[in-house]
């Protein structure tokens, strides 16, 4: 099977092809002494690495890695996430994204959006990648384009979305029994 391309305009007006990336399944056996990690560097207390650690930002090491011995540092953690795999912190839902269990799910993921061609999906280069553009918020975590359907479990890596929470509206929230 050929590898799908996209077009590029170069400055003459040629159209050229270019290959996209080929997405790799990283093998995340025993890979705990890597020279290298690349990290979720998003939040202020917790990163997530490429291996599914988590660790505090005091507990990276030079490589980008997690120090997996540290106190608090946990691989796959999926708390805080629902079977339907939305979670209530980002790094968790990378984490638990990146189980080998979730291999299946994630191959399903890139196979219905190679169908239809979603170029987000067409860029990524490996699971990890995958799991981070997962779990960032999406258009399936908000409804009415300006809430989340589930503030506490608005990161997912799963095809479903979120549980829709019923809305309290002010009066009912001021009325007393």
């Not at 990290?39 to 291996?51: C, M, P, T």
């Not at 990524?124 to 409804?143: A, P, W």
């Not at 979120?162 to 509206?169: F, K, R």
């Amino acid at each position: 099977i050929a590898s799908p391309i996209f077009m590029v305009q170069s400055l003459e007006d040629d159209v050229t092809p270019s290959p996209l990336p080929v997405f790799h399944w990283i093998p995340l056996g025993n890979l705990s002494h890597r020279n290298h990690c690349r990290n979720s560097q998003q939040g202020h207390l917790l990163i997530v690495d490429e291996l599914g650690y988590i660790c505090s930002l005091s507990n990276v090491l030079p490589s980008g890695c997690c120090r997996a011995d540290a106190s608090g540092s946990n691989r796959y953690d999926c708390t805080g996430c629902l079977d339907n795999g939305c979670c209530s912190v980002y790094e968790h839902c990378v984490s638990c994204c990146l189980h080998p269990d979730k291999q299946p799910l994630l191959r399903s993921i890139l196979s219905r959006s190679t169908e239809s061609f979603h170029p987000l999906y067409s860029s990524l280069r490996d699971q990890f990648e995958l799991c981070l553009s997962k779990c960032r918020t999406s258009s399936q975590s908000v409804q009415h384009e300006n809430s989340y359907r589930n503030p506490k479990t608005k990161y997912c890596y799963g095809t479903d979305m979120p549980t829709l929470l019923p809305e309290v509206s002010i009066k009912e929230e001021d009325e007393t029994p």
